[in-house]
């Protein structure tokens, strides 16, 4: 059996994100306002199923079809180094963004065999 990719940084460790990170995604990420205020859909008033409803689809949905589709990996962050075994806490996510990006962005020419990268950056203040 082989162990999920991981990646390192001086202060994380990425690994694949999974079904298993949604609620601590939810809590930590689509219910902080500074970070949801740049995600021009949730700033209408939702109620929690709702707003649930629309993260699981807006982001894990769409985490796996770029997986299913490309094979392209979204990376859960956590602080630290990890043992090969352990799933560590959810600090964040990032596919090719943030500190994480170098090493994203490495693994991605190496794995996929890029010649080169797109990048979209939302500029937009909430």
């Excluded at 990006?101 to 950056?121: I, K, P, Q, S």
């Amino acid at each position: 059996m082989s162990l999920a990719p991981r990646l390192r940084t001086p202060r994380l460790t990425l690994r694949p994100i999974g079904e298993d990170d949604f609620e601590d995604f939810y809590r930590l990420l689509v219910l902080d306002p500074e970070v949801i205020a740049y995600y021009f859909a949730y700033r209408a008033p939702l109620s929690d199923a709702e707003r649930r409803a629309r993260a699981r689809k807006d982001f894990f949905d769409h985490f796996d079809v770029g997986a299913e589709r490309h094979g392209y990996i979204c990376w859960a962050l956590c602080l630290g180094e990890l043992p090969p075994d352990e799933s560590g806490a959810l600090a964040g996510w990032c596919g090719v963004v943030t500190e994480a990006a170098r090493a994203v962005v490495v693994d991605g020419f190496a794995r996929y065999g890029l010649e080169a990268l797109h990048a979209v950056v939302d500029t937009t203040s909430p």
